[in-house]
């Protein structure tokens, strides 16, 4: 089975701090993502990655970095956090081709608050 | 701009009754997949929709694909409790874009 391991479920943290959010896959998926969910809103995307040290902006970038330094590991950070930021962040994965097998697997989601 | 749209957001449904939940893609697009999401809990693939006229079963869901009406549909059949969760469709417009989600529709069925 796949799995997609978020390093935390809740968080809560300060406004201006920065703020790393974690996540490995362990399936050998190129494609990495992140997401943030919001009551009304739906998932909205932030920065997906195809490939190591490959990132490109989604729908909602500010305020908002990434890094893939290795392929099974995809960091989400908040520069300086702040409360607009608080929200669920889902990070998921898939594979890169035209088969069958090419939906999106995610994490538990990470609940963080800023105060 | 791919947009993807679902109705209802809401859904109160009786146990028994059947029911269809629509999504809507204003592109081109090579799949289409839905989702259910548990309070509390992650996204959990049900189906990936690959080509026109396509249909999948699981249990009490059926889901299927008309690319030319750029139209999915997610029915119901004779809902019971455990079917209570939040629905999401997403499309691909194709290779290896990212996925764009519908906002869900929340569906709870009462007895």
């Known amino acids: 089975d796949v799995k997609v391991t978020q390093s935390s479920r809740y968080l809560v943290k300060r406004t201006g701090e920065k703020v790393f959010l974690e996540c490995v896959q362990d399936m050998d998926h190129e494609n990495m993502f992140w997401y943030r969910q919001d009551p009304g809103l739906g998932l909205r995307l932030i920065y997906f990655s195809y490939d190591v040290k490959m990132k490109e902006k989604g729908d909602i970038p500010e305020g908002y970095s990434v890094s893939r330094e290795k392929k099974e590991r995809f960091s989400l950070i908040l520069e300086s956090a702040s409360t607009n930021q608080t929200s669920m962040y889902l990070c998921?994965?898939?594979?890169?081709?035209?088969?069958?097998?090419?939906?999106?697997?995610f994490g538990q989601g990470t609940r963080l608050t800023v105060v | 701009e791919l947009k993807v749209e679902q109705n209802p957001l809401f859904l109160s449904m009786q146990e028994g009754k059947n029911y269809t939940i629509y999504c809507n893609y204003s592109t081109t697009s090579d799949r289409l997949y839905w989702y259910r999401q548990d309070p509390g809990k992650s996204l959990e693939s049900l189906f990936v929709l690959l080509s026109n006229g396509a249909v999948k079963q699981e249990g009490r869901l059926m889901a299927s694909l008309d690319t030319k009406a750029r139209l999915s549909t997610l029915h119901i059949t004779a809902a019971v409790h455990d079917l209570s969760a939040t629905y999401f469709c997403a499309v691909r417009n194709s290779g290896n874009t990212p996925l764009v989600f519908g906002k869900g529709t929340r569906l709870s069925v009462i007895a």
């Open positions: 998921a994965s898939s594979l890169t081709g035209a088969g069958m097998n090419t939906e999106a697997f």
